[in-house]
T-cell receptor
Framework: TQLLEQSPQFLSIQEGENLTVYCNSS?????LQWYRQEPGEGPVLLVT?????EVKKLKRLTFQFGDARKDSSLHITAAQPGDTGLYLC???????????FGIGTKLQVIP | DAGVIQSPRHEVTEMGQEVTLRCKPI?????LFWYRQTMMRGLELLIY????????DSGMPEDRFSAKMPNASFSTLKIQPSEPRDSAVYFC????????????FGEGSRLTVL
């Protein structure tokens, strides 16, 4: 079983602060995804990273895939209350698309 | 475009009863996944289908759980008999590619077994 560990599990910050959350594994992934989930809804895909060392930006969110394709980070600049939610990373082992999720980082941005 | 549609959104039942959860994937998606989410264990993959064929059901907790996908537009997850420990949110997700894990999730079915 491939495990994805996310840290921190909980994070509460003030509006305007920067933050970084991490996703780590001992396994190599074909690709890695980040999702955001709000209460009462399903996870929504934010980004996919495929190449080791890849960096993708989505407005104030910066995603990085580790060189060895085993880990990833999500950095949020100037967090807004609308960023509040559960951030999940997921690893795709390729082949028949067995996708494994981390337990998530629950982010609260206080106005 | 319509997203993944799940029903029911909420289900409250008594221990021992049969529960059937339903999912309509996004049209044209060839992979379908059933996940269970709890606070303690997060999102757990129960089973996934590719082109209507079950590929891996190793995540199904026990024989009380079964899933079917009779055609490309419909899947069910059945629990019989249900137990209180089955209480969770069950998500269905579909995907349009065999190369990346870009999943589109439904809104989930919250199951409470008393």
């Amino acid at each position: 079983t491939q495990l994805l560990e996310q840290s921190p599990q909980f994070l509460s910050i003030q509006e305007g602060e920067n933050l970084t959350v991490y996703c780590n594994s001992s396994s190599v992934f074909s690709s890695l995804q980040w999702y955001r989930q709000e209460p009462g809804e399903g996870p929504v895909l934010l980004v996919t990273v495929v190449t080791g060392g890849e960096v993708k930006k989505l407005k104030r969110l910066t995603f990085q895939f580790g060189d060895a394709r085993k880990d990833s980070s999500l950095h949020i600049t100037a967090a807004q209350p609308g960023d509040t939610g559960l951030y999940l990373c997921a690893g795709d082992s390729g082949g028949y698309q067995k996708v494994t999720f981390g337990i998530g980082t629950k982010l609260q941005v206080i106005p | 475009d319509a997203g993944v549609i799940q029903s029911p959104r909420h289900e409250v039942t008594e221990m021992g009863q049969e529960v059937t959860l339903r999912c309509k994937p996004i049209s044209g998606h060839n992979s379908l996944f059933w996940y269970r989410q709890t606070m303690m264990r997060g999102l757990e993959l129960l089973i996934y289908f590719n082109n209507n064929v079950p590929i891996d059901d190793s995540g199904m907790p026990e024989d009380r759980f079964s899933a079917k996908m009779p055609n490309a537009s419909f899947s069910t997850l059945k629990i019989q008999p249900s137990e209180p420990r089955d209480s969770a949110v069950y998500f269905c997700a579909s995907s349009r590619t065999e190369l990346t894990g870009e999943l589109f999730f439904g809104e989930g079915s919250r199951l409470t077994v008393l």
